[in-house]
């Protein structure tokens, strides 16, 4: 019997010139659980937007049912019988589940007014049919995480969804609502859908699929029966690089301990743990590298060590003062620095110039400020100095950084954070989306810095810059930590793979002294 | 006068029957902006819109001789006024405020400009003979003493304001169409998910608060009284958006408010006479509407942070590790 | 040719430009259907302001007030926080400032007069925060609270003005005139002889002119001279980053709103000290809001705030002569000013900027959810 999907050849490139999908030929079976893994970036999300009809390949074709089709948009896809469910949901909080998922095809009742009975029925209807528990009558903005998530796949299934795809579901799960999930796919699955699951948890993969297919860097690297598979298997599958950068590292001459991070949690709103007892410490001289796959922590573990969140509890110093629970700019002043992930939302401010954007964390003090004057030439002296030093490509200074390149944008970020000679420097996915030429200057920068007695903390879902920029490397995986490595040259990547995917862990006590 | 002399006035039927005429106008511009609000845009045209209707309701009713043909051209006048707001805002990407104090701008001078011309008065239109909406007498009740005062003999339009208030309530919540709109305005990227044409309802949503705002202005030129009097609206459009957020964004919510808004206009006339002013009495319901907001975000907040500390102390007492 | 339509500032002047044009054009069209003479009429509208002193006078005074408006409302604007609240900033400045000039007990005129200016300031500046306050701690949506409070505060000022301040017996609901010791002083002073006699004896530009002057300077300076400045752009050109750099965003809001609130509060001394030189209903007539158009034309920047000011105010006093002159009704300049924020603000108009318009209408969806209001706290409401 044919697959009931069929991607073949598709090949997708986008504007900017990033290779996407390269040349993937893809298959589901009918009623199978297949799941799609690799890492950030593998080209995962990009296959499923085409299969979803909110992308178009650049070449290849797609089958379904052994029929050419094309979805130029998700509503000729949902036409055909697929529904996905994205990992930020699209619901109308205040309205109950049962109006959530018949939104936009409501049912009528007498005199064309809603039929509010219909919609509780059917929808308690799909809930028992499917096991997918919900409260019919719950206004959404009352339902926990897990049950939200239910009440959009069974938006899918309202519409007559066949095929379903689920992106990275158990992200924003609680271990308990991840296997209320997995019942309800089992069930959906039984009763004749098919359904591809989109992770990067080999766990899960274990648990819950028929087949997995393992792509990496836009290719696709292989698809077997899971049954065949190990956990170990897939993260060298997923995690094997041939590319290895080469950074020119001084000896490592690392000093005084200059960050303490001792048992720090922190619990989203949606109520799941995103970090769980974290304790490390952070040496001057020295890249510590926080290796692991976005989502399991990373991002705030960063955000409490800056002062943009509040630590649930535990804390952190810095040079023996709390950093932890206080502003921004309490932290930046007892040392810290920060590249944020996300460089457009809060590294800079697009509209305003160049120079103006490198002052934010010094313009209260002199020589910036005198009195209450800003004193201009000051700034524009920096401007200068800054742009000139970190090779920032611009005719001038009082340009807004809108008309800056990616790259350069990031190297106005980097000149700000470095020249506020910190005692701890924090980069979170600091090469992320920018060219080669600044990534490779950013990462020299780093080293440099580091060299120079600086504290790094590198977080970076990056393998290869995580290894080869970073002394002391610690794995985290779902908000644990998982494994250190003291000597970065002398983990392999599919070691650490293992680390970073939960498969292997280290002790307490084997961690605890290189912590 | 003494206390119980207006103890006495507030609690008879006049008084009663003053504030259902006097928060008509009100009522209905608000369901007009809860419309609109609901949809996710705050339509500060309501003064411009009811004012515009106003004057054309007189001036067509006077000139054509004919009260429905003045009602028709009162409405398309104020859903000119929406027109505009939508293709300004929706369109050409202008801020809605600054497009609606525009038009409101624009309202105000084009009345004004326009009475002059026809009458060559700037003041009000009384050399027009305009027409009057009809006053309606509710058979049985207009023979029970009090009652007769409170309920009977208004214009046909408080009436409606009543029975529209019940509509856009069912039209809201029962209809497809209510449903859809009130899913833009909350999560438009949702409703556009599942394939709602978010620009339509949004025209949709508009040009219905400029119908009921257009009632509300017709009301007052047509019944309330019947003549155009410049800026006769005084501020009405905006007490009508207060009236939208002091209600709760509900339709009997805001229903409920508009009264205690034209109320609160109606007792500050009787306060007077006992030296209370009527200006100090008139602010309370302006007060509220904002003490009503902070409380509304206080709870919001104090929610959040309860919901916060709630999984904080379950998920970290819990022994269950994430991982094998 | 090419390199000058690239320049963005170019661009956003050729469109106040031609937005300007095509409404006075389409208010041509509307003379020449209604008037009698309506070259006549539109003369004395284009060109009336500057025909004779008194005229003249007119209009700088005018401008004068919606000058304080448009930087009142400039500086909140440029924090991306919507304050409405100019209104009622004024009024309660104008309140302030003539109650102390008409019965506070100070001999010396220049500090009577000094008092009132600063209990003008002091009161909008109050009067500003309570929305800013609300809005920074509460993420109250200051549109409802700047609405609301201007009410209240017009309603403060009738109260006073009808049971407190006017005269036993008298026939209309005004205060006396401020004594003539207590007045401000032309801003011509009369030992400059023919100039005095010239500017004057002719119009009643008073020293407000230079106050005015002074404060534009003294906003400009705030806004890009000082740390606090830069703390405010900041905040309204990206409020995540501001927080991220250490800003202290809750504070700058407050401030924002305050700040703008002095110059509203100035606005109203204007009114009652400069032009009425008495308290009277009604005597802000609104302009609170055609101080938002002021501060839009000019892009929120306070350098260009007196230009915007000055074009306004040239049309307003332009349309009184056409008024005075001619058989067309003054109000027709409001449509004309309507239709130039229509057109100004309207980002699709001219072909350059087409092509955002063609991108989708899509985008027509997000500038609700853009509009400063719904982002800081807009939609977060009731």
Aim: charged share 15%; aromatic share 8%.
């Amino acid at each position: 019997m044919a697959p009931i999907i069929e991607m073949r050849d598709i090949v997708k490139i986008y504007a900017n010139g990033v290779v996407a999908n390269n040349g993937i030929n893809f298959s589901v079976e009918r009623g199978e659980i297949h799941a799609l893994v690799g890492e950030n970036g593998a080209g995962k999300s990009t296959l499923m937007k085409i299969l979803y009809g909110l992308e178009q390949p650049t070449e290849g074709e797609l089958l379904l049912d052994g029929k050419s089709v094309e979805f130029k948009s998700p509503h000729e896809a949902i036409a055909q019988g697929i529904g996905m469910v994205h990992q930020n949901f699209m619901l109308v909080p205040s309205f109950t589940v049962a109006e959530n998922v018949v939104l936009g095809d409501e049912p009528l009742g007498k005199g064309g007014m809603l039929d509010k009975k219909q919609a509780m029925q059917i929808t308690a209807d799909l809930s028992r049919q499917y096991g997918l528990r919900v409260d019919a009558e719950a206004t959404v903005d009352s339902i926990n995480v897990g049950m939200r998530q239910r009440v959009e796949i069974l938006k899918t299934l309202y519409r007559g969804a066949q095929i379903l795809i689920l992106d990275e579901p158990t992200a924003v799960l609680t271990p308990q609502e991840t296997q209320e999930l997995f019942v309800a796919v089992r069930a959906l699955v039984d009763q004749g859908k098919t359904v591809i699951f989109i992770t990067h948890k080999l766990r899960e993969v274990k648990e819950i699929s028929d087949r997995v297919t393992v792509m990496r860097d836009g290719k696709l690297i292989g698809t077997q029966n899971t049954s065949d598979t190990t956990r170990e298997s897939l993260a060298s599958m997923m995690v094997g690089r041939e590319v290895f950068l080469n950074v020119n590292k001084a000896p490592q001459n690392r000093g005084e301990k200059v960050m303490e991070v001792r048992n720090v949690s922190y619990v989203a709103e949606t109520g799941r743990v995103m970090l769980r007892d974290i304790s490390f410490n952070v040496f001057a001289g020295e890249v510590l590298g926080i290796a692991g796959v976005e989502g399991n922590g990373q991002t705030e573990l960063v955000e409490v060590l800056t002062g943009l969140r509040p630590a649930a509890s535990g804390d952190a110093m810095v040079h023996g003062k709390v950093v932890t629970s206080k502003t921004p700019r309490e932290v930046r002043m007892a040392g810290v620095s920060h590249i944020p992930e996300d460089r457009l939302t809060n590294g800079l401010a697009l509209d305003v110039s160049i120079e103006e954007n490198l002052i934010v964390d010094r313009y209260f003090n002199p020589p910036y400020r005198k009195g209450v004057l800003l004193e201009r030439r000051v700034v524009g002296k920096l401007g200068v100095d800054l742009i000139r030093k970190f090779g920032i490509r611009t005719p001038n200074g009082l340009l807004p950084v809108a008309s800056l390149s990616g790259g350069n944008m990031q190297k106005v970020i980097v000149a700000r954070e470095f020249s506020s000679n910190p005692a701890v420097l924090i980069a979170s996915q600091p090469t992320r989306g920018i060219d080669v030429g600044a990534t490779e200057f950013i990462r020299d920068q780093l080293v440099q810095k580091r060299t120079d007695g600086a504290a790094v903390l590198l977080v970076s879902a990056d393998l290869s810059e995580v290894m080869s920029l970073s002394d002391r490397i610690i794995a985290i995986y779902e908000g644990e930590i998982t494994g250190v490595f003291t000597e970065a040259a002398s983990v392999s990547e599919e070691e650490l793979g293992l680390y970073m995917l939960g498969i292997k862990r280290q002790s307490w006590e084997e961690m605890e002294a290189y912590l | 006068m003494s206390f119980s002399h207006v103890l006495q006035s507030i609690f008879s039927a006049l008084f009663v029957a003053s504030i259902l005429r006097i928060s008509t106008p009100i009522i209905l511009a608000a369901l007009g902006g809860l419309i609109s609000e609901l949809s996710g845009a705050t339509n500060i045209t309501l003064e411009g819109t009811m004012l515009v209707a106003a004057f054309t309701g007189v001036v067509v009713s006077a000139y054509a001789k004919s009260l429905v043909l003045g009602v028709l051209c009162g409405v398309l006048a104020g859903l000119l006024i929406s027109v505009l707001l939508a293709i300004f805002h929706l369109h050409l990407k202008t801020d809605i405020f600054l497009a609606g104090i525009a038009l409101n701008i624009m309202a105000t001078g084009g009345t004004i400009f326009l009475l002059y011309i026809l009458t060559g008065d700037k003041g009000n239109s009384s050399t027009l003979a305009s027409a009057t909406l009809p006053f309606v007498q509710i058979p049985v009740i207009k023979d029970i003493p009090f009652l007769d005062t409170v309920l009977s003999g208004h214009n046909i339009l408080v009436y409606l304001s009543f029975v529209l208030t019940w509509l856009v309530a069912v039209f809201l919540y029962r209809t497809r169409l209510g449903v859809h709109l009130r899913a833009v305005g909350e999560n438009a990227e949702a409703a556009g998910s599942v394939g709602i044409n978010v620009l339509q309802i949004r025209w949709i949503a508009l040009l219905l608060s400029g119908f009921m705002a257009s009632l509300g202005g017709l009301y007052m030129s047509m019944a309330y009284l019947n003549l155009f009097q410049r800026d006769m609206t005084a501020g009405r459009g905006f007490i009508a958006l207060a009236a939208v957020y002091l209600g709760g964004r509900k339709p009997w919510g805001v229903l409920i408010a508009a009264i205690i808004f034209g109320g609160f206009d109606a007792l500050s006339n009787q306060l007077g006479s006992l030296k209370i002013a009527p200006q100090l009495v008139q602010v309370i319901p302006y007060v509220a509407t904002i003490v009503a907001l902070v409380v509304y975000n206080l709870r919001q907040q104090a929610v959040a942070l309860e919901r916060m500390r709630r999984f904080q102390d379950k998920e970290l007492t819990s022994q269950e590790a994430g991982g094998e | 040719m090419r390199k000058i339509f690239a320049n963005a500032a170019v661009r956003e002047l050729l469109r106040i430009v031609l937005a300007v044009s095509i409404a006075l054009l389409l208010g041509l069209i509307v003379t020449l259907l209604v008037s009698e003479d309506p070259w006549g009429a539109y003369k004395a509208f284009l060109v009336g302001p500057l025909t004779k002193f008194n005229r003249f006078g007119d209009w700088i005074e005018e401008s004068i007030t919606l000058i304080f408006l448009g930087l009142s409302v400039a500086i909140a604007f440029k924090a991306k926080q919507f304050s409405l609240g100019a209104e009622g900033q004024m009024v309660l400045g104008a309140l302030v400032s003539g109650s102390i000039i008409l019965f506070v007990p100070i001999e010396s005129a220049f500090l009577r007069i000094t008092v009132a200016l600063l209990a003008a300031m002091v009161v909008g500046f109050l009067w500003g925060a309570i929305p800013g306050y609300l809005k920074a701690y509460v993420n109250a949506n200051e549109i409802v609270t700047t609405l609301m409070l201007n009410t209240i505060a017009l309603k403060l000022y009738d109260y006073f003005l009808t049971y407190k301040i006017k005269p036993e017996g008298a026939g209309y609901t005004a205060s006396d005139f401020l004594p003539n010791a207590y007045r401000v002083p032309s801003f011509i002073p009369k030992f400059a002889g023919n100039l005095y006699d010239m500017f004057s004896r002719q119009t009643n530009i008073t020293l407000f002119l230079y106050f005015m002057v002074a404060s534009i300077l003294i906003g400009w300076f705030l806004m890009y001279r000082t740390p606090f400045g830069y703390e405010l752009r900041m905040v309204g050109s990206n409020i995540k980053f501001a927080r991220y750099g250490g800003i202290n965003t809750k504070k700058v809001i407050v401030l924002a709103f305050a700040i703008s609130g002095i110059f509203a509060g100035l606005a109203g001394a204007h009114l009652a000290m400069g032009i009425h030189n008495k308290l009277i209903l009604n005597i802000t007539v609104g302009l609170g809001f055609e101080g938002i158009v002021v501060a839009t034309m000019a892009r929120n920047n306070p350098l260009f705030v007196p230009l915007s000011g000055l074009a306004y105010g040239y049309l307003r006093a332009g349309a009184d002569i056409m008024e005075r002159a001619s058989d067309m009704s003054r109000e027709m300049v409001l449509i004309v000013q309507a239709l130039i924020i229509l057109l100004v603000t309207a980002e699709g108009i001219l072909p350059v900027i087409q092509q955002r318009v063609g991108q989708g209408s899509n985008k027509g969806l997000s500038k609700v959810v853009d509009s400063p209001a719904a982002t800081e706290g807009g939609s977060h409401v009731i």
